[in-house]
């Protein structure tokens, strides 16, 4: 990703918006009944999240942490990370007020 926690913030929260959609407006069109293919479908959509999160979260960190820059890799993890908890203490009060 890159070194901008916003960027790495709201690029998590647009993975999290699509992932829920498609799962939110997915399960009207799919067929009701039940087949293997539903925990195979959840844990490997799972899997794939717990990657992609991985990556945005941890990869530049994890960059400029090999480099030797290790206060830099904490800063940038922890600054993505306040910035996605107040993404999602907004997506929270929206659901409570709106």
Same mark, same amino acid.
């Given at each position: =990703?890159?070194?901008?926690?916003? +960027?790495?913030?709201? @690029?998590?929260?647009?993975?999290? @918006?699509?992932?829920?959609?498609? =799962? /939110?407006? !997915?399960?009207?069109?799919?067929?009701?009944?039940?087949?293997?293919?539903?925990?195979? @479908?959840?844990?490997?959509? /799972?899997?794939?999240?717990?990657?992609? =999160?991985?990556?945005?979260?941890?990869?530049?960190?994890?960059?400029?942490? /090999?480099? !030797?820059?290790?206060?830099?890799?904490?800063?940038? /993890?922890?600054?993505?990370?306040?910035?996605?908890?107040?993404?999602? +203490?907004?997506?929270?009060?929206?659901? +409570?007020?709106f």
């Amino acid at each position: =990703m890159t070194k901008n926690p916003f +960027i790495n913030a709201l @690029a998590a929260e647009l993975y999290i @918006a699509a992932v829920a959609s498609v =799962m /939110f407006y !997915g399960l009207r069109l799919a067929d009701k009944k039940e087949t293997i293919l539903i925990p195979i @479908a959840v844990i490997s959509l /799972f899997t794939l999240s717990a990657a992609v =999160m991985g990556y945005i979260f941890l990869y530049q960190p994890a960059q400029l942490y /090999f480099e !030797g820059e290790k206060k830099g890799a904490v800063g940038l /993890f922890l600054k993505t990370l306040a910035a996605f908890a107040c993404l999602t +203490i907004l997506v929270f009060l929206f659901l +409570i007020f709106f």
